[in-house]
């Protein structure tokens, strides 16, 4: 089961206006929307019923994407991104807070970003030209969905597009906190680094 084009165009569109959508990635199915539309951001996180201090992963297509949003990213972030994406390894690194509605970033000044090894995710993130936010698609504290068929009814009925698809990785992703001196794994996923 894989998204045609015109599922993706839909959801592309969809995200353009502000809605919410569920998607495929390498890693799990997530849910998303437009990282610069702080209502939509509000919704997603009421959704899936999410406490506001815990921060949320961005995706996005590529390295300079990531770099627009981060605050003097020091060399490792640049290696770490070098390396392993697009991948399974999310890099927590400080951002320009002004960029990014608070609950992205957990009320912090850190956030995580990621590029997927995924067509589908990669096509709607180029389709609407800023990140899209990249939690699991469960509420907060539910299994992480990895099949299309683990996904939520309740949770899909609240949302405005499902996209199909597979994840090819099926495993959560390794996350590394390089805003602290050495760098530190918050979560071993996917990728050993």
């Known amino acids: ?10 959801a592309i569109r969809v995200l353009m206006s502000g809605g919410i959508v569920i998607y495929p990635t390498d890693t799990a199915f997530g849910i998303g929307c437009r990282i610069d539309r702080p209502a939509s951001v509000d919704r997603l996180f009421a959704l899936r019923k999410r406490p506001l201090t815990q921060a949320t992963p961005v995706l996005v297509d590529s390295e300079p994407m ?8 020091d060399d490792i972030v640049r290696r770490f991104m070098k390396t392993y994406w697009p991948g399974a390894l999310t890099i927590i690194a400080r951002c320009k807070k002004e960029l990014i509605h608070s609950p992205i970033r957990g009320g912090g000044d850190t956030i995580g970003v990621r590029q997927p090894n995924h067509e589908t995710a990669l096509a709607l993130i180029r389709g ?20 299309f068929e683990q996904l939520d009814p309740e949770l899909m009925k609240l949302v405005d597009y499902v996209v199909p698809g597979a994840c090819s990785v099926k495993q959560a992703s390794t996350v590394v906190d390089c805003s602290v001196t050495p760098y530190t794994i918050v979560r071993q996923g996917a990728i050993v680094v």
């Open 1 to 10: 089961m894989k998204a045609t084009s015109e599922q993706i165009n839909e």
């Open 66 to 73: 990531a770099l627009s949003y981060l605050d003097s990213p």
């Open 128 to 147: 609407v030209g800023v990140p899209v936010l990249g939690p699991s698609a469960n509420f907060h504290g539910s299994p992480t969905p990895y099949t």
